[in-house]
C-alpha cells in the first residue's frame, strides 16, 4: 500500500490507528475517578505528541540515520515559529501558507548551518550546531528585537495588516487560526458514560501532519537516499575510499531534518499563535535527542514513542503536588502518610526531570534500542512460548497412537 511493503504498511496502519482514536487511547479513566489525573486526551497535550513526534521523526533522519549527533536543532523549531507567527501577521490566519514558509525558511536556515557544520565530524560537529543554536537564541532574544520582539515573544495583534484576511473580528477580538474557515481551537465533546472525550480540529490537523511526515520518513528510510545515509553512519571513511562523496548526503539529511523542526515550529504557532526565544535554548534541542534515543534511534516509530512519553511525564506528573500526594496516601496513619508524600515528593511536581532522568538511565543501561527493544523483547518472549507450546502438542499428538 502507498508503495510501502507489507511490515511498514502496518507499522502505518498502527501509527493511524493510534493517532485517529487517541482521544479514547488517552482517557482510559473516568473523569470523576481519583485516577482521571493520569488521563492525556485533552487537545492540548495530544497536539503537543503529535507536533514534537514530528520534531523528533526529523531529528531521528539526522541522527539515527546518519549517525550525526545535533545539538542545535531547536534553532530550525524556532525559525519555523517565528515565520508562521508573521504570516499570520501580514497575510492571513490560514495555517497553510504559514505551514509552507516555516518549512521553506527553516530548510534554507538548515542549509546555511549545515553546510558550515558538517565540515567537522563527531563532537566537533555536535559543538558546532550547539553554538549555532545558541547564537541563535541570542539574536532572537536581544538583537532581532524589531523582527522577534525579544523576550516578550512575537504574537498577533489587532494593528497587524492581514492583507488576505480580516485584522478584527466583528466582535473586536483578534481573529484565530483556521484551515479554510475550520478554527484550531474547536472542539467537540463525546460523553460516555462517566467518560469525557474531546475531539479537537488543532489535533487532528497535527495528527494528519504527522502521519504524513511518518510516511515521508518510512519512504526515506527505504530508498536508496537512506541506504548512502546508513552506509555513511557505518562507515563514512570506506566510502571515500570508494569514491563517493558523502557530504551532498549529509547536508540532504541536514535540511531535510530542519525542515522537519521548521514543520514542527509551524505547527506550534498554528495551534498557539506565539513564537518566543526560548523554543530555541539548548535545552529544546537537548529534549529531542532523549526522545529519540529513550523511543529508540534509527527505528521508525522509536522517535514518536519517545516524544509522547517525555510530553506525557512534562504534563501529567508535574501537575502531582502534595495536595494529590495527601489524597494518595491518606488511608495511611498520619505519621506514615506524612513519611510516604516525603518519599515520593521528589519525582513529581517540579521534580518529575527526576523521574524521567532515572528512566532514561534506565533504558540506555537496559534497552540500548530504547522502548522499540523492549517492545521486540516481549514480542520474542511471547512467539517462543506460542512455539513451545505448538511443539508441546504435536510431540503429545505423536505419542497418542502408541500409547
Known sequence: MLGLNRKDTNLLLVVLALTMLAPFILNPFPSGSGL??????????????????????????????????????????????????WMFKLLSMNILPAIVLSVIIAGLFALVIGYVS?????????????AFAQMSFALAYSVLTPITNGETGLQITLSDPRVLGQSVMP??????????????????DLAVGPWNFTFSVGYYVCALVLLAAFYLSIRI????????????????????????????????AFVISGMYAGLAGGLMAAMDPLAGAERMQWTAS????????????????????GAGMIKYFENILSKINDTVLHGWFAFLPDGLEDFMVTIVHPFVGKGWHLTLGILFMLVVIFLPGGLVEGGQRIGRTFRRRGTKASGAEAEAAKQQPGE
Not at 550525526?68 to 536543532?73: N, T
Not at 558538517?118 to 550547539?130: A, D, V
Not at 466582535?171 to 467537540?188: C, K, Q, Y
Open 36 to 85: 482521571a489525573q493520569f488521563n492525556a486526551g485533552y487537545p492540548d497535550l495530544m497536539q503537543r505528541f503529535a507536533i514534537f513526534g514530528i520534531f523528533a521523526i526529523g531529528f531521528n533522519i539526522l541522527f539515527g540515520l546518519t549517525g550525526y549527533l545535533s545539538f542545535g536543532h531547536a534553532a530550525f523549531l524556532g525559525v519555523g515559529s517565528y515565520s508562521a507567527v
Open 118 to 130: 558538517l565540515r567537522r565530524s563527531g563532537i566537533y560537529f555536535s559543538i558546532l550546531t550547539l
Open 171 to 188: 466582535d473586536g477580538s483578534i481573529p484565530v487560526t483556521n484551515l479554510f474557515g475550520m478554527e484550531m481551537r474547536s472542539a467537540v
Open 221 to 252: 528510510f527505504r530508498s536508496p537516499f537512506g541506504m548512502m545515509l546508513r552506509a555513511i553512519k557505518s562507515n563514512q571513511t570506506r566510502m571515500n575510499y570508494t569514491g563517493l562523496n558523502p557530504k551532498p548526503y549529509t547536508l540532504a
Open 286 to 305: 537537548g529534549e529531542v535527542v532523549l526522545m529519540t534515543i529513550l523511543g529508540g534511534a534509527g527505528t521508525l516509530i522509536g522517535p514518536v514513542l
